[in-house]
C-alpha cells in the first residue's frame, strides 16, 4: 500500500510539471464559483495550506446571500433550518469550524428526539412508538426504555446489524481526516473511495448490501426506507454508501449551528481574505492562454489562473470553452413545505392530534403524497410549526386536507442532491487536465455539508500540490476567528 502512495505522488509531482502556472512572476488569482460550504471550505484550506503561493480568491454567488443549500426559513416570526439541517458528532470540519468561528452546537431539544415516531402507509401506521409528554427523568427514561423494546420487538437482531454497517461505513471516512503523511491528495473521486475502503459500497444499492448482510426486508423495507426517503428524498435502491450515510444521519450526537447551519460558509468566507462577488452569476469559463475567463451576468469579464467550480454542474447554465465531458447526473428534487398551523388527526384516521407522532415517516407506495412530516416547535397544543418533504409539490387542496389549521404556509423546490443509483460514475476532480476543478464530483458518493468540507479539502490540496510540485505542509495553524461573522445570509 505504501508503495502505492508513493506512485501517487510521484504522479501528482510529474503532472505538476506540465501545468503551466507561472509562479515566478505573480501568485495566481483562484476564481470559485458557489459560496456554499463547498466553495467557502476551497477558500478556508487554499489560505490555510498555504500563506504564499496563493494570491487573490474571488468567490463569485449567483445569489444574494451566501450559503447555497444552507439557509434558514423564517415562518410565523421564528428560525429554522430550510435545507442541510443535521450534522453528524464525527463530522470535524464542520464541528472545527464552529469552534474556530466561535460559533454554538446546537443539540435537538429533548421534546424532538424523544418524541413519537410512526410509519404511515398511506392506510396505517405500521408501526409507532409511545410519546408521553413529562418532564420527569424517570418517566423520560422509561418511555425510551419501552420504545427500545418496542423497536427490537418489531425489527430484531437487524438493528445492531444496522449499528455496525453504519459505524464501519464512519470508521472508513475517519480516514479522511487522517495527516498528510499517510494520506495522499487524490486526482479522482474513485481515487479517494478506494483508498478509504469506501468504493465498493457505491457499485451495488443499499437494498443489495443489506440483503447480503442478511438484514430482514421488514427493517429494509420500513425503518430503513423510513430514513432513506427523509434524507434524500430516495428509496433503497440508492448506492450502499449514500444510503449509510443517510443512516448515519440517524445517529445519536446529531447537531447543528445554533442561529443556522449558513454561518459555517459565513465565517469562512469572511475570514480567508476573500473578493466576494454576490449576486453574480458565471455564465461562462473559457480557457484563454493559460487563463481561464470568467464572464458573469453583470458584463464583467475575470481573469484567474485557476478556476474552481463549487456547485453541481446539473442545473447550471455555465458554459465552458472547451467544452468539458461530464457523466450525466439527474439531482433529485425535494419540495419542503413549512407550515404553522395544525395536523388534521382525521387524515390519519385518528380522533384526536395528539395521536399523530411527532415524526411520521413513510415507506415506498404510491398512496403517499410525503416523504415525511415532523414536528419543528410546540408552541401550544393547539399551534405547531411543521416541515414536511414530498418528491412533488403539495397543493393547497392536499394540504387542506393533511392539515385542519394552516396559519402560514412556505414552500421551497431544492435541486438537493443527486438522484443516486449503483453502480455510480464519477465526474473528475479536474475537470481540464489544467486548472479547473470539481468539488462537486464527490456528491456522487454522497451530499452533506461535511463530505462536501472533505471534497474541498482535498481539491484545496491537489491544487497546492499541482501549483509545487509538493505536498502542502502538515501542521496546518488555523486561524482564530473573531465574532463579527459575514452577516449576509438566506431567509428563505
Ligand atoms: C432539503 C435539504 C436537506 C439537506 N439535509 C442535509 C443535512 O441534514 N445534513 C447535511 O450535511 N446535508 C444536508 N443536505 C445536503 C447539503 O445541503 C449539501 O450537500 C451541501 O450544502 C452542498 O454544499 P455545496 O457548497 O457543495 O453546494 P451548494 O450549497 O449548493 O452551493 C453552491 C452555490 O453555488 C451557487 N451557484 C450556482 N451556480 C452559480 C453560478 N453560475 N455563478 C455563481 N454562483 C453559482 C449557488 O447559488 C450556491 O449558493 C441537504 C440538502 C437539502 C436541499
Not at 456522487?444 to 479539502?457: G, W
Request: hydrophobic fraction near 40%.
Amino acid at each position: 500500500m505504501k508503495n502505492l502512495y508513493l506512485i501517487l505522488s510521484l504522479i501528482l509531482i510529474s503532472t505538476a510539471t506540465t501545468v503551466a502556472v507561472d509562479l515566478e512572476s505573480s501568485p495566481p488569482t483562484v476564481c470559485i464559483i458557489g459560496s456554499g460550504i463547498g466553495g467557502s471550505s476551497v477558500a478556508h484550506f487554499l489560505r490555510n495550506y498555504s500563506s504564499s503561493v496563493i494570491g487573490k480568491i474571488r468567490i463569485f454567488e449567483r445569489n444574494v446571500y451566501v450559503g447555497g443549500r444552507t439557509a434558514t426559513v423564517t415562518l410565523a416570526g421564528e428560525t429554522f433550518e430550510a435545507g442541510a439541517s443535521i450534522l453528524h458528532p464525527k463530522n470535524y470540519h464542520t464541528l472545527n469550524y464552529t469552534k474556530f468561528l466561535y460559533l454554538s452546537v446546537r443539540r435537538p431539544p429533548s421534546a424532538e428526539s424523544d418524541s413519537g415516531f410512526g410509519i404511515w402507509n398511506g392506510r396505517e401506521f405500521v408501526f409507532k412508538t409511545l410519546s408521553f409528554n413529562s418532564d420527569l427523568p424517570i418517566i423520560k427514561r422509561l418511555v425510551s426504555f419501552a420504545n427500545s423494546v418496542l423497536i427490537f420487538f418489531r425489527y430484531g437482531f437487524s438493528l445492531f446489524r444496522l449499528n455496525k454497517f453504519v459505524d464501519n461505513t464512519v470508521d472508513n471516512f475517519l480516514k479522511y481526516y487522517e495527516d498528510f503523511e499517510s494520506r495522499p491528495v487524490f486526482e479522482t473521486v474513485e481515487e479517494m473511495l478506494k483508498w478509504s475502503g469506501l468504493y465498493n459500497l457505491t457499485r451495488r444499492t443499499l437494498q443489495e448490501e443489506l440483503l447480503d448482510l442478511h438484514f430482514s426486508p421488514r427493517i429494509i423495507e420500513e425503518l430503513i426506507t423510513v430514513i432513506t426517503r427523509i434524507n434524500y428524498g430516495q428509496s433503497i435502491s440508492i448506492s450502499g454508501l449514500a444510503g449509510a450515510v443517510s443512516l448515519a444521519g440517524s445517529d445519536s450526537g446529531v447537531w447543528s449551528v445554533e442561529g443556522g447551519n449558513w454561518q459555517l460558509a459565513a465565517g469562512l468566507i469572511n475570514y480567508s481574505n476573500i473578493e466576494m462577488h454576490l449576486d453574480e452569476e458565471v455564465e461562462s469559463v473559457s480557457s484563454i492562454e493559460q487563463k481561464y475567463q470568467l464572464n458573469t451576468t453583470k458584463g464583467k469579464s475575470y481573469q484567474c489562473e485557476i478556476t474552481v467550480v463549487a456547485t453541481p454542474l446539473d442545473e447550471v447554465n455555465i458554459q465552458f470553452l472547451p467544452g468539458i465531458s461530464i457523466p450525466e447526473r439527474k439531482l433529485q428534487h425535494t419540495y419542503t413545505t413549512f407550515i404553522r398551523g395544525l395536523l388534521n388527526p382525521a387524515y390519519f384516521g385518528l380522533s384526536s392530534v395528539s395521536e399523530v407522532p411527532q415524526l411520521v415517516g413513510t415507506v415506498e407506495t404510491p398512496d403517499v403524497p410525503f416523504s415525511s412530516i415532523s414536528v419543528l416547535k410546540q408552541h401550544n397544543e393547539n399551534d405547531m410549526s411543521y416541515k414536511v418533504f414530498s418528491r412533488k409539490p403539495l397543493d393547497d387542496v392536499l394540504l387542506d386536507q393533511i392539515f385542519s389549521v394552516r396559519n402560514e404556509t412556505i414552500k421551497i423546490d431544492w435541486g438537493a442532491y443527486p438522484h443516486y443509483h449503483a453502480p455510480e460514475v464519477f465526474a473528475p476532480f479536474i475537470l481540464d487536465g489544467q486548472h479547473l476543478y470539481y468539488v462537486n464530483a464527490f456528491e456522487n458518493a454522497a451530499s452533506t455539508m461535511e463530505t462536501s468540507a472533505v471534497a474541498a479539502e482535498n481539491v484545496a490540496r491537489l491544487i497546492l500540490s499541482r501549483l509545487s510540485g509538493q505536498k502542502p505542509a502538515s501542521t496546518v495553524t488555523l486561524k482564530s476567528f473573531g465574532d463579527d461573522a459575514y452577516d449576509v445570509h438566506a431567509d428563505l
